[in-house]
């Protein structure tokens, strides 16, 4: 009998562990992003590219969570926060949270993380904004920050949620000698996956982080293992996709997309994000050639010369919709109605000839990506008349050319970060010191800075109102339309997209059906 | 011997240093006038603060000085020190262009060989149309098509990355390819040279043939032109590398270069620049050794250094 | 063809044009090119239709008559382009091979005969050339200076300019030790007339010869140019930026990389047929 | 059994009727001519005429197109014709090896000779080769030292190199050796060494020569007997006694005897002096950019040269003659020292005088004509006046040459009709003295005498003057008023014909003279002897 019994217990204890490694060898789902941006570091502190902020919603946490759908501030390492004084803000951090490397969360870290985030030595890439609203940190009590603002900051609870990663105290000093690059290539981060390996240039593994804290506000799917690949050139990109070996990937040119949709096993889901295309016209000329400059009638022949609704059918795709304002209709303090400029080649033909803008004058139109939007925007200004160049070139030459006054008029997008706020756009380009702003306009400015030196959203709202009818009216801009974020998702993955563009890759879960039972 | 082979070594070494410093500093003049330094990486939210002004030349006297003591300053995409960077980009184009020169080396030198072998005229003029021709197919028209057929139609060969040998393959063949037609020129011309040539005759003349002419004669005097072509071939492959490694997406320094060229990284490019003009520059010296060692009195010297 | 042939006796001279197969091959592949590009009014290169973009070429089933070659990512028609492009390539490759070739020519027989301490000097700009990363002063110059098809062709001449200096400050010395120059400097004939009458007959088969190498060289440079982003691209068509646009679609529209490859080899060869092979094979090997 | 000893003993080389053809049809045709063991023989024939082919075709190393289409040959009675047609470019016959024609790049530049002769012997071990070549360099007169193995190609002179390529020969013993164009490169002294090399080996190692020149002067002193090549066809070989009854003599005393030229009478007024040079200094910068080493090419103590005169300057090769040639032409920088040009200091006249006065005719006529241009545009930039046309064809004719010259190439043009259209270019500029470089070396003898009348006429024309770089001085006795002999860079000896012939003061004038007399003698003799005058 025991003999039976001992061979019963053997044969369970065997069955079990078989049942284990299959389930073990089933569960463990690999998701294979494909990324046309090559990163160089893992180190949010330090990327600016939309690729980046991908990457650090998995592996970083900030104090504050945005929620994809409502676009609310809610808190994630922050148990509670609340705002003392109109300046003063104070955080009671959560207990139990433990990085990667195995070290429970303090309050001392959160203090170092946001210092070392908004100093100068550390010269991570928003330090310098950051540092206009950022006055000191301290620790208060064992588990509490109270973080004091130089004035009443409206995007305190964004920049916290985005730009600011949570570091262990000292990561970046190591024995005293400043490293920029420590977390580089091995991040501690606090995010659900845990980065395994990384080969610059080619590929980074991450891995689902075991003792991630229990009650976190991001909803977790079932995805065991990322694998994020980089390609140089969307041909080869393509050629894995058709291959197989990417389920997961976002920002492809819309003509490419449409062929993918034939590809069996793969679906192209559009989801929307804050990004809006625009033409800058200058109006300070070029100080150096003195070359003359766009004036008001011109500006406006120019609005009346694009046709964006070729562009949204044909170069944005579905998602996409012809914005008046120069902001993103979801950013609050956007305007709905302002001055409309209809495709009119005849009336802007007229304002053009009335205009003291000379034929002959060549005017370069600058842009940095997206060249086929580039090429039939410059097609339509062509089509009434304007002697128009396209100067192609890198992000680097450009900034080169503005700031020796170089540039006109340029193409450019800008996606905010995802900011639900009108004051991300205004700030970076109508702000005096921007690199950006090509207005030059004191008045513009010091309105820009007022509309965000407050927290009353109903002020704001009639502030940032009338800053951009001002501009519709001077056509100092001519803004085109929104862009949709695009992804491109095998069948067997659910993924919802976000309301701002920032894809939530911990969200996805794997719908095939043995894994769930 | 020796001592003239020393002196031949020190004359060349003392001019390869000045060719560089004066390439160094030509790329730091453009890079400094094309691209701004501080700002171009910050990216979207960046205010822009009004460091000094610093001139041109001060930048370049300031950054030799670090140069020298062996720290090219630091990357500002990667954030980290420009030699680490480049360390680890450094073995996949290696393995490159060294198997794509050698593959070159060989295909070239069957080419010849068979075509001096087979000994009709027709072969060896169709072979020079054809070097001719390919002379001026550009790299990259040859990648895309090669992935076209061999990873897209047959599906045989990864067309990108760095994972395993087999990814390598398509590349070496797309940049050997683009060095062979050059070298089959030079090669067939030196040949047809040295076997019209007095001394081969009088050998023939007196029974020796075959092996031993080629071992003992004739190769000797072929190396001099072949080695200062490759020394040539080699400055062209470094440059190839860009186009090919953006074609198969392969993360060796040529990618990075134009990766650092298009973000404007400007230790980057400079210290990549400098790289490039020490492999050159090296890979000549070497190759005038080995001719000076070869025949002191040939006169096609690598013609790279005087 | 003897060049000062041609200039004593242009009819003789274009007699022996024509006999020749294999240039006349040539010849006709660049008439067909040109008369090409006049019939097709440059206006269809540049007009987008965006909404019957990615056409594919007639030979496929949904082809159309109207563009025989189908059209590009932004609805423009593919031969036109290609037309264009020849054009672009051309004037690139032979306005930026000539600028070389007389530059390098010109300061080469310089240093040549100089001798001495200037062919060190020259042979020391080669060194410096070939140390050059080319490709990163181009990429950096034609960006912040503008692409315009002057600039692009200074630019590739500026590259190319080293090769055509080394081979004739090689060539000048043996020329010199020739006896017969030494005659002519007993003659009464001037320096300036010595060099036209004397060394250049004897300089320009090897230079005419490496200056089909350079055209096809130049062409190809252009394009790679105009492949990583830069060079000639917008309106004025060049074959390396369809290969680059089409690069992302090579899946599903080879054949708008093919096509424009296709070209640029049948241009290559027809120039080489237009010259001697024996002239260049021997020239190639300087 | 009656063994007769065959007194008649096989030839070691008989050819029969040998004749080559490549696809154009038959090139050179009935070749016949036998050697014994130890005995020697010539071919000779104007340039052009097939020499060089046929030896290539004995050795079985016919460029590719040429083979064998009739005839036999047979070595030691054996045929070895089968085995020469279907040669593959070397030679498989171990019996006879050849010297090939310009020695001078006959080694392999790259290699040391040592290494070259040591690799003829790879059939024996290392220490028997090496021994074997240390005998082998007393045989051709060099040093067997291990320093002068070490040496490469270019390291040696001209003679030392034509040894060399004999020894590298007669490296495996063969039975017959075949020599083409020994001498033509080399002046008199090396020649006659040359020579006596020949006939040692004969003597000594019993070895057959087949000797191959267009010099008849060198061939009357080495053949026995000789066989002519008369525009590819074979004449009948015959010895030097029995010339008389040769059916083609004629054509055979042309090519063996130069003709006898009449020196017109020095003209008796003491005519002004064209060229004084007073103790010039001129030397040639050589070395490396940095280590500046000049060499003394020229120390002339006092020449002087007078109007209507014929003055001949000889020397041994690397005696310095060119560079005295040079430095009248001003092509050469001088050092220091007076010279002056029709009374007038040379540095100071500008080109157009210089060119009146003074013209050059190169050494070798091919390098001297620009290839790319017309003999039309040559002549034409050399005119004086440029209007003047009658004048550019009235000088064509005169130098023997022919209008529809003009429009060819002088790659088209024979290498005689070439030196006549330098001599035509230099006489264009109507200079007062005409500088001549070894006018006579590469040519054969009967063209030797068309272009010496030539000249001698030329000079009654247009009164030039002529100064004539020789190394034979038995020829310039014939044609030159005044001699002028130098060595090492500086004129040894200077004076009018017969004072100098009569008694020769310097060593280096007599070891000349002796050198000319041993070699030319014998044509000098056979011509008295067939009193043959030549009739242009």
């Known amino acids: 009998m025991c003999i039976a019994k001992r061979l019963m217990r053997r044969s369970l204890m065997l069955s079990c562990v078989l049942l284990m490694c299959a389930y073990q060898a089933q569960a463990a789902v690999t998701v294979r992003v494909g990324l046309l941006k090559e990163l160089t570091t893992l180190d949010r502190n330090y990327a600016t590219v939309n690729e980046s902020l991908v990457l650090s919603q998995l592996t970083d946490d900030g104090l504050i969570y945005i929620d994809p759908r409502t676009l609310n501030y809610e808190p994630l390492l922050a148990e509670r926060y609340f705002f003392k004084s109109p300046t003063e803000l104070i955080v009671t951090i959560r207990k139990g949270v433990?990085?990667?490397?195995?070290?429970?969360?303090?309050?001392?870290?959160?203090?170092?993380?946001?210092?070392?985030?908004?100093?100068?030595?550390?010269?991570?890439?928003?330090?310098?904004?950051?540092?206009?609203?950022?006055?000191?940190?301290?620790?208060?009590?064992?588990?509490?920050?109270?973080?004091?603002?130089?004035?009443?900051?409206?995007?305190?609870?964004?920049?916290?949620?985005?730009?600011?990663?949570?570091?262990?105290?000292?990561?970046?000093?190591?024995?005293?000698?400043?490293?920029?690059?420590?977390?580089?290539?091995?991040?501690?981060?606090?995010?659900?996956?845990?980065?395994?390996?990384?080969?610059?240039?080619?590929?980074?593994?991450?891995?689902?982080?075991?003792?991630?804290?229990?009650?976190?506000?991001?909803?977790?799917?079932?995805?065991?293992?990322?694998?994020?690949?980089?390609?140089?050139?969307s041909a080869s990109m393509l050629l894995a996709v058709e291959h197989g070996d990417v389920d997961w990937s976002y920002r492809l040119p819309l003509d490419i997309s449409e062929f993918l949709r034939a590809l069996q096993g793969m679906t192209l889901v559009n989801g929307t994000s804050m990004r809006i295309t625009f033409l800058t016209l200058g109006v300070t000329g070029n100080q150096r050639i003195q070359e003359p400059v766009l004036d008001l009638l011109a500006r406006q022949a120019i609005n009346h010369a694009i046709n964006r609704e070729v562009l949204v059918r044909y170069m944005l795709g579905t998602g996409s919709q012809t914005i008046d304002a120069a902001c993103h209709p979801?950013?609050?303090?956007?305007?709905?109605?302002?001055?409309?400029?209809?495709?009119?080649?005849?009336?802007?033909?007229?304002?053009?000839?009335?205009?003291?803008?000379?034929?002959?004058?060549?005017?370069?139109?600058?842009?940095?990506?997206?060249?086929?939007?580039?090429?039939?925007?410059?097609?339509?200004?062509?089509?009434?008349?304007?002697?128009?160049?396209?100067?192609?070139?890198?992000?680097?030459?450009?900034?080169?050319?503005?700031?020796?006054?170089?540039?006109?008029?340029?193409?450019?997008?800008?996606?905010?970060?995802?900011?639900?706020?009108?004051?991300?756009?205004?700030?970076?380009?109508?702000?005096?010191?921007?690199?950006?702003?090509?207005?030059?306009?004191?008045g513009l400015s010091a309105r820009v800075v007022a509309a965000q030196s407050h927290s009353d959203p109903e002020l704001r709202t009639r502030q940032y109102r009338d800053i951009f009818s001002d501009i519709a009216d001077q056509a100092y801009w001519v803004p085109l339309a929104t862009v949709p974020a695009r992804y491109l998702i095998a069948d067997w993955l659910s993924f919802v997209p976000s309301r701002d563009g920032i894809a939530r890759l911990y969200e996805m879960t794997d719908t095939r059906s043995h894994v769930n039972d | 011997m020796i001592k003239r082979l020393a002196l031949f070594a020190a004359q060349r070494c003392v001019l390869a240093v000045l060719v560089v410093l004066l390439v160094s500093f030509m790329t730091y003049m453009v890079v400094d006038v094309t691209t701004d330094a501080n700002e171009?990486?910050?990216?979207?939210?960046?205010?822009?603060?009004?460091?000094?002004?610093?001139?041109?030349?001060?930048?370049?006297?300031?950054?030799?000085?670090?140069?020298?003591?062996?720290?090219?300053?630091?990357?500002?995409?990667?954030?980290?020190?420009?030699?680490?960077?480049?360390?680890?980009?450094?073995?996949?184009?290696?393995?490159?262009?060294?198997?794509?020169?050698?593959?070159?080396?060989?295909?070239?030198?069957?080419?010849?060989?068979?075509?001096?072998?087979?000994?009709?005229?027709?072969?060896?003029?169709?072979?020079?149309?054809?070097?001719?021709?390919?002379?001026?197919?550009?790299?990259?028209?040859?990648?895309?098509?090669?992935?076209?057929?061999?990873?897209?139609?047959?599906?045989?060969?990864?067309?990108?990355?760095?994972?395993?040998?087999?990814?390598?393959?398509?590349?070496?063949?797309?940049?050997?390819?683009?060095?062979t037609p050059r070298l089959v020129l030079v090669m067939d011309v030196t040949l047809k040279q040295v076997l019209s040539a007095g001394f081969v005759l009088q050998l023939r003349s007196c029974g020796v043939h075959g092996w031993r002419l080629w071992v003992d004669h004739i190769v000797v005097n072929l190396l001099p032109a072949l080695l200062s072509v490759v020394s040539i071939q080699a400055v062209h492959l470094l440059t190839g590398a860009v186009v090919t490694e953006s074609v198969f997406s392969m993360n060796g320094l040529g990618r990075l270069t134009l990766e650092s060229v298009v973000s404007g990284d400007v230790n980057m490019i400079v210290a990549l620049a400098v790289l490039f003009a020490v492999a050159a520059v090296s890979v000549d010296l070497v190759v005038n050794l080995l001719i000076f060692a070869i025949s002191p009195h040939a006169e096609t010297r690598g013609n790279l250094l005087p | 063809?003897?060049?000062?042939?041609?200039?004593?006796?242009?009819?003789?001279?274009?007699?022996?044009?024509?006999?020749?197969?294999?240039?006349?091959?040539?010849?006709?592949?660049?008439?067909?090119?040109?008369?090409?590009?006049?019939?097709?009014?440059?206006?269809?290169?540049?007009?987008?239709?965006?909404?019957?973009?990615?056409?594919?070429?007639?030979?496929?089933?949904?082809?159309?008559?109207?563009?025989?070659?189908?059209?590009?990512?932004?609805?423009?028609?593919?031969?036109?382009?290609?037309?264009?492009g020849a054009k672009t390539s051309l004037i690139v490759g032979v306005f930026s091979a000539m600028l070389a070739t007389t530059g390098g020519v010109f300061f080469g027989v310089l240093l040549g005969y100089l001798g001495g301490g200037a062919a060190l000097m020259g042979r020391f700009i080669l060194a410096v050339h070939l140390a050059m990363p080319a490709l990163v002063i181009m990429l950096l110059m034609v960006w912040f200076f503008g692409d315009s098809l002057l600039w692009v062709v200074c630019i590739i001449a500026f590259i190319h300019l080293p090769w055509f200096l080394s081979i004739s400050q090689k060539l000048t010395p043996e020329l010199i030790a020739q006896d017969f120059l030494s005659a002519a400097v007993c003659g009464r004939l001037s320096i300036f007339q010595i060099f036209i009458r004397e060394v250049l007959p004897n300089l320009l088969p090897v230079i005419v010869s490496l200056f089909a190498l350079e055209v096809t060289a130049a062409i190809l440079t252009e394009a790679t140019l105009s492949y990583l982003g830069v060079g000639v691209r917008g309106e004025a068509a060049s074959w390396g930026g369809m290969i680059a646009d089409a690069q992302s679609v090579i899946i599903f529209r080879p054949w708008l990389t093919i096509l424009p490859a296709l070209c640029l080899f049948l241009l290559s060869i027809s120039i080489l047929c237009c010259v001697r092979p024996q002239r260049v094979w021997k020239a190639s090997a300087l | 059994m009656i063994t007769i000893k065959s007194e008649y003993e096989a030839p070691l080389l008989d050819v029969v009727g040998l004749s080559i053809s490549n696809e154009q049809g038959v090139v050179l045709e009935a070749v016949s001519f036998s050697i014994r063991a130890g005995g020697s023989h010539g071919l000779i024939g104007n340039s052009g005429s097939g020499k060089t082919l046929c030896c290539l075709a004995l050795v079985g190393c016919l460029p590719s197109g040429f083979f064998i289409s009739a005839g036999d040959v047979y070595v030691k009675g054996q045929s070895i014709t089968a085995s020469l047609r279907s040669s593959r470019g070397w030679n498989s016959h171990p019996e006879c090896k050849m010297v090939i024609q310009n020695a001078q790049d006959g080694f392999n530049p790259s290699?040391?000779?040592?290494?070259?002769?040591?690799?003829?012997?790879?059939?024996?071990?290392?220490?028997?080769?090496?021994?074997?070549?240390?005998?082998?360099?007393?045989?051709?007169?060099?040093?067997?030292?291990?320093?002068?193995?070490?040496?490469?190609?270019?390291?040696?002179s001209g003679g030392q190199l034509q040894r060399l390529c004999i020894a590298l020969a007669i490296a495996q013993e063969p039975a017959l050796l075949i020599v083409d164009e020994p001498t033509s490169a080399l002046d008199t002294v090396n020649q006659l060494d040359i020579l006596a090399l020949l006939s040692s080996l004969r003597t000594r190692l019993g070895m057959g020569v087949l000797m191959i020149s267009h010099d008849s002067d060198v061939m009357l002193c080495h053949a026995d007997n000789v066989t002519g090549l008369l525009a590819g066809r074979g004449l009948q070989s015959t010895s030097f006694d029995q010339l008389q009854h040769h059916p083609q003599r004629d054509y055979l005393f042309r090519l063996l005897t130069p003709a006898r030229y009449r020196v017109p009478p020095l003209p008796m007024h003491t005519s002004r002096c064209l060229i004084r040079v007073q103790d010039l200094l001129a030397f040639r910068q050589t070395g490396r950019f940095?280590?500046?080493?000049?060499?003394?090419?020229?120390?002339?103590?006092?020449?002087?040269?007078?109007?209507?005169?014929?003055?001949?300057?000889?020397?041994?090769?690397?005696?310095?003659?060119?560079?005295?040639?040079?430095?009248?032409?001003?092509?050469?920088?001088?050092?220091?020292?007076?010279?002056?040009?029709?009374?007038?200091?040379?540095?100071?006249?500008?080109?157009?005088?210089?060119?009146?006065?003074?013209?050059?005719?190169?050494?070798?006529?091919?390098?001297?004509?620009?290839?790319?241009?017309?003999?039309?545009?040559?002549?034409?930039?050399?005119?004086?006046?440029?209007?003047d046309k009658t004048a550019l064809l009235t000088m064509l004719?005169?130098?023997?040459?022919?209008?529809?010259?003009?429009?060819?190439?002088?790659?088209?043009?024979?290498?005689?009709?070439?030196?006549?259209?330098?001599?035509?270019?230099?006489?264009?500029?109507?200079?007062?003295?005409?500088?001549?470089?070894?006018?006579?070396?590469?040519?054969?003898?009967?063209?030797?005498?068309?272009?010496?009348?030539l000249l001698l006429r030329l000079r009654e024309a247009y009164g030039v003057t002529l100064v004539l770089t020789m190394h034979d001085l038995l020829l310039a006795r014939h044609?030159?008023?005044?001699?002028?002999?130098?060595?090492?860079?500086?004129?040894?000896?200077?004076?009018?014909?017969?004072?100098?012939?009569?008694?020769?003061?310097?060593?280096?004038t007599q070891s000349i003279l002796a050198a000319s007399i041993a070699l030319r003698g014998k044509t000098a003799a056979l011509a008295e002897q067939y009193s043959i005058e030549d009739d242009t």
């Not at chain 1, 339509?380 to 020796?404: E, H, P």
């Not at chain 3, 019957?52 to 590009?72: A, C, E, F, K, S």
């Open chain 1, 98 to 233: 433990r990085f990667h490397s195995g070290a429970l969360l303090t309050a001392d870290d959160v203090v170092y993380s946001l210092k070392w985030a908004a100093s100068n030595e550390g010269r991570t890439h928003r330090r310098h904004m950051l540092q206009t609203w950022f006055k000191s940190a301290h620790v208060i009590a064992p588990y509490q920050v109270s973080v004091r603002l130089k004035y009443d900051y409206p995007l305190v609870l964004r920049d916290l949620a985005i730009s600011v990663p949570i570091r262990r105290q000292g990561v970046y000093q190591q024995g005293g000698v400043i490293d920029r690059g420590a977390q580089a290539f091995m991040l501690d981060g606090l995010g659900p996956y845990r980065i395994t390996s990384f080969e610059p240039g080619n590929r980074i593994l991450l891995e689902r982080f075991t003792d991630y804290y229990r009650d976190s506000r991001k909803y977790l799917g079932n995805i065991d293992r990322f694998e994020f690949k980089m390609f140089s050139n």
């Open chain 1, 330 to 442: 979801q950013q609050l303090g956007c305007p709905a109605s302002v001055k409309h400029y209809d495709y009119d080649v005849e009336k802007a033909r007229a304002l053009l000839a009335k205009s003291s803008w000379n034929r002959a004058q060549e005017l370069n139109v600058w842009a940095y990506q997206n060249r086929h939007l580039a090429e039939v925007i410059v097609a339509d200004l062509k089509a009434i008349g304007l002697n128009v160049r396209l100067r192609y070139v890198s992000l680097a030459t450009l900034n080169q050319a503005r700031i020796q006054g170089l540039v006109q008029a340029y193409i450019g997008s800008w996606g905010s970060g995802g900011t639900p706020d009108a004051a991300a756009i205004a700030n970076a380009h109508w702000f005096m010191e921007s690199p950006r702003n090509l207005l030059n306009s004191e």
């Open chain 2, 40 to 179: 171009a990486i910050a990216g979207e939210w960046v205010v822009i603060s009004h460091g000094v002004e610093t001139s041109a030349l001060s930048g370049y006297r300031e950054w030799l000085f670090h140069a020298i003591q062996g720290s090219f300053g630091e990357s500002l995409l990667w954030n980290r020190s420009v030699m680490s960077v480049i360390e680890q980009h450094l073995a996949t184009t290696l393995w490159l262009t060294s198997a794509a020169l050698v593959g070159a080396l060989l295909f070239s030198t069957m080419l010849v060989m068979t075509s001096y072998l087979l000994s009709n005229a027709l072969f060896s003029r169709v072979l020079i149309m054809v070097c001719m021709v390919f002379h001026a197919l550009p790299a990259f028209t040859l990648g895309l098509i090669l992935i076209w057929i061999f990873s897209y139609k047959l599906d045989w060969l990864p067309a990108s990355g760095t994972l395993d040998w087999h990814s390598f393959i398509l590349p070496v063949l797309a940049l050997a390819f683009a060095l």
């Open chain 3, 1 to 84: 063809m003897n060049i000062m042939l041609f200039f004593k006796h242009p009819i003789a001279a274009i007699k022996s044009v024509s006999t020749n197969r294999r240039r006349l091959l040539g010849l006709f592949l660049l008439g067909l090119l040109v008369l090409a590009n006049a019939c097709i009014d440059p206006e269809l290169a540049r007009t987008l239709h965006l909404n019957n973009r990615y056409v594919p070429p007639i030979w496929h089933m949904d082809g159309q008559w109207l563009h025989l070659l189908g059209t590009d990512h932004l609805g423009r028609d593919v031969l036109a382009r290609l037309l264009a």
């Open chain 4, 111 to 156: 290699r040391r000779i040592g290494a070259t002769l040591r690799g003829m012997l790879r059939h024996l071990p290392k220490a028997d080769a090496i021994r074997r070549v240390e005998e082998l360099m007393p045989l051709v007169g060099l040093p067997p030292t291990p320093a002068f193995l070490q040496r490469y190609p270019r390291q040696l």
């Open chain 4, 290 to 387: 940095w280590s500046y080493k000049d060499q003394w090419r020229l120390a002339i103590h006092e020449l002087s040269i007078h109007e209507g005169e014929i003055v001949a300057v000889v020397g041994r090769s690397g005696s310095g003659k060119t560079s005295l040639f040079r430095a009248l032409l001003g092509l050469l920088p001088i050092h220091s020292g007076t010279y002056h040009l029709v009374d007038q200091p040379a540095d100071t006249l500008s080109r157009e005088d210089r060119a009146r006065m003074i013209q050059p005719v190169f050494q070798s006529p091919t390098r001297s004509l620009n290839p790319a241009k017309t003999i039309q545009q040559t002549l034409h930039d050399a005119l004086d006046d440029p209007s």
């Open chain 4, 397 to 453: 004719t005169d130098v023997g040459g022919s209008p529809d010259w003009l429009p060819r190439l002088p790659s088209e043009l024979s290498g005689g009709q070439q030196q006549r259209v330098c001599i035509a270019r230099a006489l264009l500029a109507k200079p007062k003295v005409l500088l001549l470089d070894e006018p006579f070396s590469a040519l054969d003898a009967s063209a030797k005498g068309h272009i010496i009348m």
């Open chain 4, 479 to 508: 044609i030159a008023h005044r001699v002028v002999v130098m060595d090492q860079g500086s004129i040894v000896e200077q004076d009018n014909t017969s004072t100098l012939f009569a008694e020769p003061k310097q060593l280096a």
